[in-house]
């Protein structure tokens, strides 16, 4: 846990890795970037690129042994879990797309990025060159958002013209939906308590 945000982990056969998909990586902000990065790559990752210099913030792209890649951002304003970096053809689309379903705050992130705010993590949007690739049975699988009443989320949802893949049911001591989010990410709907 990250704070009120959680990172599943499933085991798997074979799957591919993020990037290429709708979801192309998540970020962490650290004071250290550097050390995090030669962490990552002695226990197994690697370091995609050089490091780089944005708005006054250093940053390093890797990759985990599973083919995740992941941002490292020293972001002084936003510290842990801070963003999940979405691919599309329609980026402008697809944030309205989640700010209508999911809200969150639009701004310019650092004046220059267009950004759902959460409070505790961005969303961001680059464009593609090319249609993604479906999320499920990838290293991100999905994303996932939680509400207090899953079933009125779903009638909510379903009048935006939102497609489920999985109507709402009972999972162990939740409740979960799965719906079909622009360029093929697949997301979660949760309700813990019911």
Do not use: C
């Amino acid at each position: 846990m990250y704070d009120d945000i959680g990172v599943i982990f499933f085991e798997r056969d074979s799957f591919e890795g993020s990037v290429g998909s709708g979801v192309d990586h998540f970020g962490f902000s650290m004071s250290n970037v550097a050390d995090v990065v030669a962490g990552v790559v002695a226990d197994g990752g690697k370091q995609l690129r050089e490091f780089v210099e944005f708005g006054g913030m250093q940053i390093g792209f890797i990759e985990d042994p599973w083919g995740t890649k992941i941002e490292i951002i020293d972001d002084p304003d936003l510290r842990g879990m801070h963003h999940l970096h979405l691919s599309s053809l329609d980026p402008e689309g697809t944030l309205a797309w989640y700010a209508e379903n999911f809200g969150g705050e639009r701004e310019q992130w650092k004046g220059v990025l267009p950004a759902l705010n959460y409070g505790d993590i961005l969303l961001l949007v680059s464009q593609a060159s090319s249609d993604a690739a479906p999320t499920q049975g990838r290293s991100i699988d999905h994303l996932g958002w939680k509400f207090s009443d899953i079933i009125a989320a779903e009638e909510e949802l379903k009048a935006n013209g939102v497609e489920f893949s999985l109507e709402p049911f009972e999972f162990r001591t939740i409740r979960i939906a799965f719906v079909n989010g622009p360029d093929h990410v697949n997301i979660e709907l949760v309700e813990e308590e019911h």
